[in-house]
């Protein structure tokens, strides 16, 4: 059981007042997270001069959870601590490799879209947006990827929303960028979006 010294409690409502001006993100090991996080946390309490190591320690064990909290749960709230505890976090999480094959297998595995349907398009446009922006804050460098990415996206298209794309396209013997396939998406969703919310309206209205 994890056991606190006797500064712990003025420590604790030292940390809240502070807290007060500080939203610190949550942690909860899920590994494609870790990156935001450790950017956000770094930023507000690794960086901030004001704020001392044990107090730092306490912010950090306040915003690990899950899995994550298992690897820290042993230490105690001490200055010495706190470059113990990120350290331990940085050596499971800080892995580029994971997270690189993590974001990859999901623009891969997603399934396919149906057209029809504004969630289904918006999910499809979403996680592949994620996706690319989790590899570009890797420091990965997809200029040379994109028409490759962009492939992946047109084959998770059903056989009406390949053909919408299809009539889409302007420069039919180019190859396709990226950019043209996401806006695309971002249409469909938007005039599916706006069908549906028509049609809604509609069906609201009162009979005569």
């Not at 190591?53 to 915003?63: I, W």
Request: hydrophobic share 35%; aromatic share 8%.
């Amino acid at each position: 059981m994890l056991r606190y010294s006797n500064t712990v409690k003025p420590l604790e409502r030292r940390c809240m007042a502070k807290l007060e001006n500080i939203q610190i993100p949550e942690f909860n090991g899920n590994i494609d997270e870790w990156l935001s996080f450790y950017d956000m946390f770094k930023i507000m309490v690794h960086e901030n001069e004001e704020i001392a190591n044990v107090e730092k320690m306490y912010f950090l064990k306040s915003a690990i959870k899950g899995d994550a909290k298992t690897l820290i749960r042993h230490l105690q709230i001490t200055e010495e601590n706190y470059h113990i505890a990120l350290e331990i976090l940085k050596q499971r999480y800080k892995n580029k490799r994971l997270q690189f094959a993590k974001q990859v297998d999901i623009l891969l595995d997603q399934p396919t879209v149906d057209s029809e349907s504004a969630k289904s398009v918006k999910q499809l446009l979403d996680k592949t947006n994620s996706c690319i922006f989790a590899l570009k804050g890797m420091g990965i460098e997809l200029t040379d990827a994109e028409p490759f990415i962009a492939r992946i996206i047109i084959r998770k298209l059903d056989k009406d929303g390949l053909r919408l794309y299809e009539h889409s396209v302007k420069k039919t013997k180019e190859i396709q960028k990226l950019d043209d396939v996401l806006e695309f998406l971002e249409q469909q969703y938007q005039s599916l979006e706006a069908c549906t919310k028509q049609q809604g309206h509609k069906y609201q209205k009162k009979p005569n």
